[in-house]
């Protein structure tokens, strides 16, 4: 049975349709999705691998068509035709990939836009919730101001967000809680409530990665980045430094807990609680009121000065 190539060709349109928008949306690739901007991204990563499949396809079955087709027959001793350049073809194979990146730039930047990305105010916002400071220069608040910021918080959300500073240093995440004043190594976040992080690094460059939650921001020595996200499934996520930040930067990793309101409640109270006991007990004195010994001796016990050499000393001093 002879059947028309149009035919043929429109039968393999459909399949490789077919297996590529399948294989886009079932490749397993990603983690579980735990926040509200998660889908943004799974979107134009599944979007991405539809047509990363589908070219696939097409080249590979292009290749193994080419290789069976013109196959050299056997006894046929003679070369191949002499073809040099097809211009339409050139054409077609240079202005598919030009499209497709441009298609792919529009999308990411609209992504990219909508979780805050290219929020002028980001930076302003992360430190509204801070006490005023005197000696410092103001600004204009009416000025756009680009940040190093990502994940605000969709238009219509007027939920006041929980405030956690973030600082990372090698190789450990610490977390504090603005409101609570609470310090810990993992972080703790109530289930559908905005979480505002404002993040920066106490020695060198890392990078703050939440796989199952599709963000990421640098944090930058002197300069403070900004997430905002919101969990939407509780349960224990990793918190993974993605920067290459010295020798033990495969371990610097930590916990994120998502927590249900009560549960989350009775964490802050328990922890209020607790760092509340093991606050310090200390008095300040003047160091007027100090001998010229009590205000040495600390300095002398650190260079390892005991008081047998001291008494040396001053058995030899005239």
Known sequence: ???PSNI???IAGIVLTAVSLWYGQNHGLMPVAAS?????????????MTIACGLFLIVQGVLIFVVIKFRRREGDTTDGPPLEGNIPLEIV????PTIIVFILAIYSFEVYNTMGGLDPMASMASHQHKEPQHNLVAFDTNQSQLSLGIGTPPEGNHETPIYVEV???QYAWIFTY???????GDLHVPVGHPIHLNIKAGDVIHAFWLPEFRIKQDAIPGRDATLTFTPTRIGEYPVICAELCGAYHGGMKTVLHVLSDEDYQQWVQDNTIAQGELEPKTMAIHTSEMSDGEYLAPYAQEMGVNPEIIAQLKAIQP
């Open 178 to 184: 603005t409101d609570s004043g609470i310090v810990g």
């Open 93 to 96: 194979w240079t202005a598919i």
């Open 167 to 169: 600082n990372g240093i």
């Open 1 to 3: 049975m002879n059947i």
């Open 36 to 48: 509200a901007e998660a889908a943004q991204v799974d979107g134009i990563f599944n979007f991405m």
């Open 8 to 10: 043929l060709t429109l």
